[in-house]
């Protein structure tokens, strides 16, 4: 009977440990799936989607679209992508301290952004008739660029890139 209760101990010990083991994995497993294929630095990863995602809506609201784990200017960042009232806004958050981070953080300023974003919406629907559905601050080449994708009557989309900097059209794509 003795020895009973006692190989009932070590076995519960054993599945008390297999758990936290399995746990832990599970968690630095969530940290490193967002990062395949694009990095394998998963030691400077040190927050999970869920908490970036929590830190990101102290502030901004809104729809949570997409949480990406990036590399940008040298560090791992998760882009947090808010939808509200119909426009997309941004929060990065530093993967490692989870502090909030500007876009000049992010990348470094060549250009200035001199227009606003209703400015970009403006001239890109100017060359392209339709309905926004996305536009997003990034940088081609280290210059400030509105990207705006429009989905036209005609069931086509199209992505005008609009220069922050001078608002001039940089390029229009069209997608089948």
């Keep these: 009977m003795m020895k009973r209760k006692v190989g009932i101990a070590v076995l519960t010990g054993v599945l008390a440990l ?3 083991t399995v746990g832990a994995y599970a968690v630095q497993s969530d940290k490193a799936s967002n990062i395949q294929g694009k990095d394998k630095s998963v030691a400077e990863v040190t927050l999970s989607t869920e ?3 929590q830190i990101a809506k102290k502030q901004l609201s809104g729809n949570i679209e997409q949480v990406e784990l990036e590399r940008e200017n ?3 960042v998760y882009k947090v992508e808010f939808e509200k009232y119909g426009d997309d806004d941004d929060v990065y958050v530093d993967a490692q301290t989870g502090k909030i981070l500007s876009n000049s953080d992010i990348r470094p300023a060549h250009g200035t952004v001199k227009i606003s974003k209703a400015q970009a919406k403006e001239i890109a629907l100017r060359q392209v008739k339709g309905t926004v559905t ?3 601050l990034d940088r081609d080449d280290r210059e400030p660029v509105y990207e705006v994708e429009i989905a036209t009557a005609n069931g086509h989309e199209a992505n005008v890139d609009v220069s922050a900097t001078t608002g001039q059209i ?3 794509e069209w997608d089948d």
């Design 134 to 136: 996305e536009i997003d």
């Design 18 to 20: 297999g758990g936290t």
């Design 74 to 76: 040298g560090r791992l």
């Design 170 to 172: 940089v390029r229009v």
């Design 51 to 53: 908490e970036a995602k």
